[in-house]
């Protein structure tokens, strides 16, 4: 494996400080530091660049360094989720190499509704569903019966998502589509709630897929009358997945064949959106076995120890050939090569 000066490329308050004795698993940098950390171990010369408000930062930082690839950490640009895709779409400009998913990926699944619709046109499940913009009346289309859940249009991680977020009625329904709004500033998509069981599903790769072992956010104890969602509290919350018994794992009670068909689901979820790099599909699989596709999520979470490096693992890829192995695609990719 050849030496490579890698450029991390994340936000300028998740840069890690050159003191690790600040570090614990609650830092808020721990994805940077564990990413820098083990690039460095592997042997590359890695800088890092905190990322604000400037396009110039990374450009005088690729001249200045001229490295063989950036690894992206950029979730948003300014705090915008769907502009992570114009980072990305100006590294290519640049013609520098860069990790994870490529400008158009981005752009199809950060789109909640967009990417339902392309995956139902090809016949994948997805939940019912509609979008209420900004300034529109909130009037509820009589195919979307309820419990209905209500999420940002564009947003990530969760945010905006709490046991609020399922309603049972129009009056709910108009109160939570004005939270998201005005609270997460964003468009919202109203989904038909499915009620099952949580499942992820890591691939990495670009034409030529590998897909890790079917996991599960299994929700513990929560309260009886509790929605059994994702929420912020249960995604980030350490005290309160350590107070409830939530946690993740290797899903369990899925027969072979049961388990091949939720990975060949996701491998055409990952190629009908066009990702490439690395993403997690999030499903819901119901107590009569269907399957729902929720989100698609490119360059997810990949801190050691999360969910995507720990189906990694299982799946035979240490942490470290991970990293190896995503920077190789990021390599390999070539945007001028696509039709």
């Known amino acids: ?73 950029m979730e948003n640009f300014t705090e915008v989720g769907v502009f992570d895709q114009n980072i990305v779409s100006y590294l290519e400009l640049l013609k520098v190499p860069y990790t994870g998913c490529n400008p158009r990926g981005l752009m199809l699944s950060r789109d909640k509704a967009l990417s339902k619709t392309l995956l139902a046109y090809h016949r994948i499940p997805v939940p019912d569903f509609a979008v209420f913009r900004v300034g529109r009346a909130v009037q509820r289309p009589k195919r979307l019966t309820f419990p209905l859940i209500v999420k940002s249009l564009t947003q ?32 919202a998509i109203v989904e038909r709630y499915i009620d099952g069981r949580e499942l992820y599903v890591g691939i990495v790769g670009n034409l030529t897929l590998t897909v890790f072992p079917v996991w599960e956010l299994n929700l513990g104890n929560l309260p009886r009358e509790s929605w059994r969602i994702a929420t912020e509290r249960v995604k980030w919350s350490g005290a ?39 993403a997690r599909i999030d499903l819901r699989v119901t107590e009569d076995g269907r399957i729902y596709v929720l989100e698609a999520n490119p360059n997810p979470q990949i801190a050691y120890g999360e969910d995507f490096a720990e189906s990694a693992e299982a799946a035979g890829l240490a942490y470290d050939h991970l990293l190896q192995r995503i920077i190789n695609y990021g390599l390999a990719w070539r945007p001028e090569r696509r039709g």
């Not at 064949?257 to 689901?265: D, F, N, P, V």
Request: net charge negative; with cysteine; hydrophobic share 40%.
């Open 1 to 73: 494996m050849r030496r490579l000066r890698v450029l991390g490329l994340m936000h300028d308050y998740l840069v890690p400080p050159e003191d690790d004795s600040k570090y614990d698993i609650s830092v808020k940098w721990k994805t940077e530091f564990d990413v820098k950390n083990t690039l460095e171990v592997l042997g590359h010369e890695v800088r890092v660049v905190g990322v604000a408000d400037d396009l110039a930062v990374v450009r005088n930082a690729t001249r200045e360094f001229a490295p063989h690839i950036v690894f992206n950490l």
């Open 156 to 187: 990530e991680a969760s945010i905006g998502i709490s046991q609020a977020s399922v309603v049972e009625s129009d009056e709910k329904l108009r109160e939570r589509v004005r939270f998201i709004h005005h609270s997460v500033g964003t468009d």
């Open 240 to 278: 309160y997945q350590q107070r409830h018994g939530i946690m993740s794992g290797a899903a369990g009670g899925l027969d072979e064949g049961q388990a091949e068909r939720i990975q060949r689901l996701c491998k055409r979820v990952y190629r009908t959106l066009d990702l490439s790099g690395y």
